[in-house]
Nanobody, 114 residues
């Protein structure tokens, strides 16, 4: 059974930066896609960014140029560097892994406010 554990959320002022981390437990994950989704209050969960085992990346238009997704397969980890944060980035951010099925982390709160 795979478990995903996120860290790095918090409160930041507009224009600031945060880095989210997510570590996947379990045996070798094989070829997979890892990434991040987010859900703001009253809204549906939406894709933020994903990165495949071949390092192919996909970003939501709203975060392009501000967020960077990366991974470290030696650590079974995925990261999200978030720069130039805006109040509309406020949401619970969920780590995501696809390898034959979907796995989700428990979520970490990101709040962008002055």
């Amino acid at each position: 059974q795979v478990q995903l554990v996120e860290s790095g959320g918090g409160l930041v002022q507009p224009g600031g930066s945060l880095r989210l981390s997510c570590a996947a437990s379990g045996n070798s994950l094989g070829r997979n896609i890892m990434g991040w989704f987010r859900q703001a209050p009253g809204k549906q969960r939406e894709l933020v960014a994903t990165i495949s085992s071949s390092l192919s990346k996909n970003y939501a238009d709203s975060v392009k140029g501000r967020f960077t997704v990366s991974r470290d397969d030696a650590k079974n980890s995925v990261y999200l560097q978030m720069n130039s944060l805006k109040p509309e980035d406020t949401a619970v951010y969920y780590c995501y892994l696809y390898t034959s099925r979907n796995y989700w982390g428990q979520g970490t709160q990101v709040t962008v406010s002055s």
